[in-house]
């Protein structure tokens, strides 16, 4: 059975560093993107950006970039998303999804999400 | 403004057929790219309904199927039931801004 499972709720202030992950399992982690996707609150899906393997295969959306890094542990068939300095605007929950095949295929898998609160 | 504009809200009565469009542009849906759909339950994780315009993955309704045409894409629900009320999202690829994209969303209540 293909399970993505995410790590638990945060709360962070402003300035902080936050890194989450996403697990998979019962399927061939590297044959598979993965994407993030956010939903800030009472907002719309936005895609994030994907990871393929390793941090050598990433894509960021261009509104993004900079601001968060994708990675991936194939040893431990996780994928993260970190911030190194969080604002309150990053307040949202936070999916990882996996990929039907290619990059631009749609997301079959999903994580139960992560909320992630920013609040001084 | 999203790039992939949808219908903030639909509605329909329990047995009735309501579609829920995607209009993009030339850049976007209308370049080819696949599109796909997604049903969102209040509270839960998005799940995949519709995959490269037309495809259902297994265990979906055929209650659900999709078409496009030209630079818009639609869903469509027949036989419209209480708990297919949800937000639904479109998504696709844009070759100019070079990024994946969802639709803003639409609303779907039963009545």
């Known amino acids: 059975e293909v399970q993505l499972v995410q790590s638990g709720a945060e709360v962070k202030k402003p300035g902080e560093s936050l890194k989450i992950s996403c697990k998979a399992s019962?399927?061939?982690?590297?044959?598979?993107?993965i994407s993030w996707v956010r939903q800030m609150p009472g907002r719309g899906l936005e895609w994030m950006g994907n990871i393929f393997r390793d941090d050598s295969d990433t894509t960021y959306s261009p509104a993004l970039q900079g601001q968060i890094t994708i990675s991936a542990d194939k040893s431990f068939n996780t994928a993260y998303l970190q911030w190194s300095s969080l604002k309150a605007s990053d307040t949202a929950i936070y999916y990882c999804?996996?990929?039907?095949?290619?990059?631009?295929?749609?997301?079959?898998?999903w994580g139960q999400g992560t909320q992630v609160t920013v609040s001084s | 403004q999203s790039v992939l504009t949808q219908t903030p809200s639909v509605s329909g009565a329990p047995g009735q057929r309501v579609t829920i469009s995607c209009t993009g542009s030339?850049?976007?849906?209308?370049?080819?790219?696949?599109v796909h759909w997604y049903q969102q339950l209040p509270g839960t994780a998005p799940k995949l309904l519709i995959y490269?315009?037309?495809n259902r993955p297994s265990g979906v309704p055929d209650r659900f199927s999709a078409s496009k045409s030209g630079t818009s894409a639609s869903l469509a629900i027949t036989g419209l039931q209480a708990e297919d009320e949800a937000d639904y999202y479109c998504q696709s690829y844009d070759n100019s801004l070079s990024t994946s994209l969802f639709g803003g969303g639409t609303k779907l209540t039963v009545l």
């Open positions: 999804a996996r990929h039907r095949d290619r990059s631009g295929s749609g997301l079959d898998f």
């Open positions: 019962g399927y061939t982690f590297t044959s598979h993107w």
């Open positions: 030339s850049s976007n849906i209308g370049a080819g790219y696949g």
């Open positions: 490269d315009t037309w």
